[in-house]
């Protein structure tokens, strides 16, 4: 049972409820991992002259680089185009699959990383180093940090 927290109150905790119903964290856990989400805005890179894009591309390995030789990153990844995107969705019984993202927004996530980090300042001074948060104003670039409370796998 939880003991360190209330009961959530809103709809997005009670749908993060439901995916860990006892609120279980791992009895030896003494790092957190973050969930980083690399967004871009299709429309702003998709206007950016391809010299400009090269520009911009070529300069993002070195920083992934000195991400990684953090020694926290579990996984760094950067998703495909769009055009090859499905989502699947519950609808009576089924499992529905369609094409594209299936969320509206002008900002796409673009890639993603998870880090595992002592403190939420440890997270944000790595975050900090992936190049959407440093680099692609022009292209709308930007992170989100999130903690994860609940993960399967290693």
């Known amino acids: 049972m939880r003991t360190d927290q209330t009961r959530p109150t809103t709809r997005a905790s009670s749908f993060f409820l439901f995916l860990n119903p006892l609120g279980c964290k791992h ?3 003494t790092q957190k991992k973050y ?3 690399a967004y871009f805005t299709p ?3 998709a206007a950016m002259p391809p010299d400009d894009v090269q520009k911009l591309v070529s ?3 070195p920083l992934d680089e000195k991400m990684r030789a953090t020694g926290k990153v579990l996984v760094a990844a950067s998703l495909g185009d769009l055009e090859h995107w499905k989502t699947l ?3 009576k019984g089924k499992t529905h699959i369609s094409d594209g993202p299936y969320t509206e927004s002008k900002e796409v996530v ?4 998870i880090i595992e980090a002592d403190s939420p300042e440890e997270a944000l001074r790595i975050a900090s180093m992936h190049p959407a948060a440093l680099l692609g104003e022009e292209g709308g670039w930007a992170v989100e ?5 609940f ?3 290693r």
Not at 145 to 149: A, K, R, S, W
């Open 27 to 29: 009895p030896t856990m």
């Open 35 to 37: 969930l980083g989400l």
């Open 43 to 45: 429309e702003k890179f």
């Open 59 to 61: 300069q993002c390995p």
């Open 89 to 91: 969705r519950p609808s």
């Open 110 to 113: 673009g890639g993603l990383f």
């Open 145 to 149: 940090l999130i903690p994860m409370d």
């Open 151 to 153: 993960h399967l796998g």
